[in-house]
């Protein structure tokens, strides 16, 4: 017999990668959407805002979900309400990060790995709601944590340094403009692509072995951040103008786009532990990126632009690369 899933965040990019994926499996799914907004794949439905405590005992209590898979716990507080609400599940699966971790501790990343980043007040909320699972953990509630690198697929790509639109990188590339990538470009980085993802989390959904287990699911790809800009070109059927710019410079006008205590640091993900329950990533980076443009094709609306972004762009490389004429030319015999 299926078992009953819930799913808090299934409309998001890896939500509905998860969906499609417990599906395919035979599994009776359902998600939580807000009013008025449509499921992402032809399934079961409840409304409420997830952070509703009421309404989620009322739909806990109606529907006994038995297992539950939410994106959208950030938050110490959060992860205590889902606790709450859903005490008599048989599994409460919370999608953590691996921005946990203390990138100033080590390059090589496994779940035994040192945490604590001074930098991500993203990877400090989570850290502080595995903390807080952990101890219910401890109690016997039956949790089982993930924790994801970047994962993209839909119309979100991995990116260095971007606004509120991910195709307005590839669209910089196409009319030659530069693109700006932090550091030199030599720090190595990891990204995941949905499918990969949700096959990861599917491994875990009911099994015993993993409650109470932190799993870190990534692919095994390493590339740098330049190398990952020429291959986006390179698709693209056209070079991208690199402009390198360090994070601190990024950081200070404001164009950090989450890289300190994350993309600035070099990162290699040891998935020995999911892969010992078959987890194997199957998408290249050149393939998600073939993916996403194939997507762009068929839903042109998604490529929408942000052109305040791009004045922005404009400027600053046009500033970086002039300071940096004058500051070579200052020791030119």
Same mark, same amino acid.
């Given at each position: 017999m299926a078992r009953k899933i819930l799913i808090l965040g299934g409309n998001g990019t890896i939500g509905e990668a998860i969906t499609r994926e417990l599906l395919s499996r035979g599994e009776d799914v359902t998600l939580l959407l807000r009013e008025n907004r449509q499921p992402c794949h032809p399934?079961?439905?409840?409304?409420?805002?997830?952070?509703?405590? +009421?309404? /989620?005992?009322?739909?806990?209590?109606?529907?006994?979900?038995?297992?539950?898979?939410? /994106? /959208?716990?950030?938050?110490?507080?959060?992860?205590?309400?889902? +606790?709450?609400?859903?005490?008599?599940?048989?599994?409460?699966?919370?999608?953590?990060?691996?921005?946990?971790?203390?990138?100033?501790?080590?390059?090589? @990343?496994?779940?035994?790995?040192?945490?604590?980043?001074? @930098?991500?007040?993203?990877?400090?909320?989570?850290?502080?709601?595995?903390?807080?699972?952990?101890?219910?953990?401890?109690?016997g509630f039956p949790v089982t944590i993930v924790r994801p690198t970047q994962t993209y697929g839909g119309r979100k790509l991995p990116l260095s340094v971007k606004g509120k639109s991910y195709w307005g990188i590839c669209q910089r590339i196409l009319d030659g403009k530069p693109v700006i990538v932090h550091g030199d470009g030599s720090s190595a980085w990891v990204s995941t692509y949905t499918d990969d993802l949700a096959a990861g989390i599917a491994l875990l959904v009911g099994r015993e072995e993993a409650l109470g287990e932190i799993w870190q699911i990534t692919s095994d790809e390493v590339l740098t951040w330049d190398q990952m800009y020429h291959i986006l070109g390179e698709e693209l059927g056209r070079p991208p103008k690199i402009v390198h710019i360090p994070t601190d410079i990024l950081v200070r006008i404001g164009m950090d786009s989450g890289l300190r205590g994350d993309k600035e640091a070099s990162v290699v993900f040891d998935n020995a532990k999911i892969k010992k329950l078959g987890f194997s990533p199957k998408v290249s980076f050149r393939q998600g990126v073939r993916k996403y443009l194939e997507g762009m094709e068929q839903h042109p609306e998604w490529k929408t632009?942000?052109?305040?972004?791009?004045?922005?762009?404009?400027?600053?490389?046009?500033?970086?690369?002039e300071m940096a004429r004058d500051f070579v030319s200052i020791f030119e015999d």
């Open positions: 399934t079961a439905t409840v409304t409420a805002d997830g952070d509703d405590e +009421l309404a /989620l005992h009322r739909i806990q209590r109606e529907e006994k979900f038995d297992i539950v898979i939410n /994106l /959208l716990i950030y938050t110490a507080e959060q992860a205590e309400m889902n +606790l709450r609400v859903f005490a008599d599940v048989r599994q409460l699966i919370f999608i953590s990060t691996v921005c946990v971790h203390d990138r100033e501790r080590g390059v090589v @990343f496994d779940e035994q790995s040192p945490c604590g980043n001074r @930098f991500s007040r993203y990877g400090q909320n989570k850290q502080e709601a595995e903390l807080v699972m952990l101890r219910a953990a401890k109690e632009e942000d052109p305040a972004f791009d004045e922005r762009c404009d400027a600053v490389c046009a500033a970086w690369e």
